[in-house]
C-alpha cells in the first residue's frame, strides 16, 4: 500500500530529472527583482533547484539570487540571424513592382495603334504580343 501511494511522487522527481535547467554556469542573465529601480545583468557561476549564484556584469563579488524572488529573468541564447528572411521580404515585392514598372514603361513607348498588338493597315495578321 504504501508502495503504491508513493509511486506517483517517485514518477515525478524522476521526471523532474530529466527535465534540463535552463541555466548552466557561464550564461548571460538579466534579471528584474520587484523591490529594484532597473533590471541587473550578470553572469551564472552556479545555480541551484530554486536558486543561482551570479557575478554582476559591473564586477565585484558573486551573488546568490533566489527565482522566487525575482520579476523576471532572461537568458542570452547567442545572436540570430534574420538576413534570409528580410531578403525574401524585400525581394518578391520588389520584384513584382519592378516587373509591373518595367512593363509599364515598355507599353508606354510604343505608338497608340500598337498598343492594342494590330497594325491598322493590316488586321489580318497576327496578334503581336507586344503590349
Request: proline share 8%; hydrophobic share 45%; glycine share 10%.
Amino acid at each position: 500500500m504504501i508502495a503504491t501511494a508513493a509511486l506517483p511522487i517517485l514518477m515525478a522527481l524522476a521526471a523532474a530529472e530529466d527535465v534540463a535547467s535552463p541555466l548552466a554556469a557561464g550564461d548571460r542573465v538579466r534579471f528584474l527583482r520587484p523591490r529594484d529601480a532597473g533590471s541587473s545583468t550578470a553572469t551564472v557561476v552556479e545555480e541551484g533547484p530554486d536558486w543561482m549564484t551570479v557575478r554582476p556584469r559591473e564586477g565585484g563579488d558573486p551573488v546568490r539570487v533566489p527565482f522566487d524572488g525575482l520579476a523576471r529573468l532572461d537568458v542570452a541564447r547567442g545572436r540570430r540571424s534574420r538576413a534570409a528572411e528580410g531578403a525574401a521580404i524585400g525581394f518578391v515585392p520588389g520584384a513584382v513592382l519592378g516587373g509591373l514598372f518595367a512593363a509599364a514603361v515598355a507599353c508606354s513607348d510604343a505608338a497608340p495603334r500598337e498598343r492594342a498588338g494590330f497594325s491598322p493597315t493590316d488586321l489580318t495578321s497576327t496578334p503581336r504580343a507586344r503590349c
